[in-house]
């Protein structure tokens, strides 16, 4: 926690719903920076989201540090916010 990362990157996430309820994968958001960018689109081309979870392969990330911020919703209407920052540092 805390370090830097090289890109390409895999990221994985998985996701928790609420007892009793379904994640809705189309819900799935992926917002960048403090004006929240939307870039849910981009991202979809290169990961597989599932009601478990997103996998990203190879994901070519420039250097700097990130923010991003992660949303999903359940069958119920519940929906979830995680905020995940990444430092990618240059190549090795």
């Not at 805390?2 to 719903?17: C, D, K, N, Q, Y």
């Not at 960048?32 to 990961?47: C, N, P, S, W």
């Not at 905020?83 to 540092?89: A, I, K, S, Y």
Request: aromatic letters at 6%; a negative charge.
């Amino acid at each position: 926690p805390g370090g830097t990362v090289h890109s390409p990157l895999r990221i994985e996430l998985a996701f928790e719903p609420a007892p009793g309820a379904r994640i809705v994968p189309e819900s799935f958001r992926v917002l960048y920076g403090v004006l929240k960018i939307d870039l849910t689109e981009r991202l979809k081309r290169f990961a597989a989201v599932s009601e478990r979870g997103v996998v990203v392969e190879q994901a070519q990330v420039p250097e700097g540090l990130h923010r991003l911020y992660l949303q999903v919703a359940d069958d119920q209407g519940h929906q979830g916010e995680q905020e995940l920052r990444v430092r990618v540092g240059g190549g090795s």
